[in-house]
């Protein structure tokens, strides 16, 4: 069992703001941790990590990472962390990126094997696609046997295919070492495939925590989906008007009335939204 309630003052871009989390994480979980950018998510993780101090107390297992009295240094906490960066060692080779954490070769094979990079073990870090970059240092988090599993939205560089076929190996890492894991993302397909729980931050507050699915699928009124996006483009196609939006991977075309094409303009974050199959679209 992870206990958190911390505090912390963050001076944003957006200006201050407080972090408060108080929750209970269950071990063996696997948690999406999401909400806009700047609400605190990647500062809960570090917090989490000891990568930043921070007021109140962490306890895993009953253990005390952090209270009034200790504040346990990163190194001594049983952690894996996965940045966005890969943060690999240049000079050292695939395989010694993860026997520098642990000399157990075994269990670099095991990993290696896993994410099919034992033809690569000898290679640098230089001479690897993106993909592959992350995938060692994956591997490399896991060497530790960590109790718990930190990802800081390792996977938000990468395209489409690449994405599916680490969240797979994510997953298959996370019920083979049986490790508690957290992480920071802003896709709703990655989060609703990997995790049983969903905490969602705004402004550093807890807004909702609960089941994945059914924050995803919450919605307000008789709404059938919503999506967040971005309007690229209005233009006026014979007598209607037609909003081009970005959502995630997809670009997507909606109807618009002339009312809204005079409200919206280029750069408008959105919600996409339907009502018996008739697509809504509302300001952020």
Known sequence: MIEIDIYKKLHGSSGDMELRVKLDIRDHEFVALTGHSGSGKSTLLRIIAGLEKAEGSLRVDGIPWL???????????EIGFVFQEYALFPN??????????VKDRELATKLLDMTELNDLKDR??????????QRVALCRA??????????????SALD???RNKLQVEILTLHREFGTTTIMVSHDPSEIYKLSNH???????EVVRYGNSR?????SQGSQKFSFEGEILEIKKADVIYVAIISIGQQIVEVVITKEEADRFVVGDIVTVGTKAFAPTINRR
């Open 214 to 218: 059914e924050i995803l699928m919450h």
């Open 124 to 133: 640098m870090p230089n001479s690897l696609s993106g993909g592959q970059k």
């Open 92 to 101: 050292m080779s695939v395989e010694d990126n993860l026997l520098f954490v």
């Open 142 to 155: 896991m060497m530790s046997r960590p109790k718990l599993l930190l990802l800081d939205e390792p996977l």
């Open 160 to 162: 489409p295919r690449m």
């Open 198 to 204: 969903a905490i969602e931050l705004h402004h550093g």
């Open 67 to 77: 209270d009034t009295h200790v504040n346990l240094p990163t190194q001594k906490r």
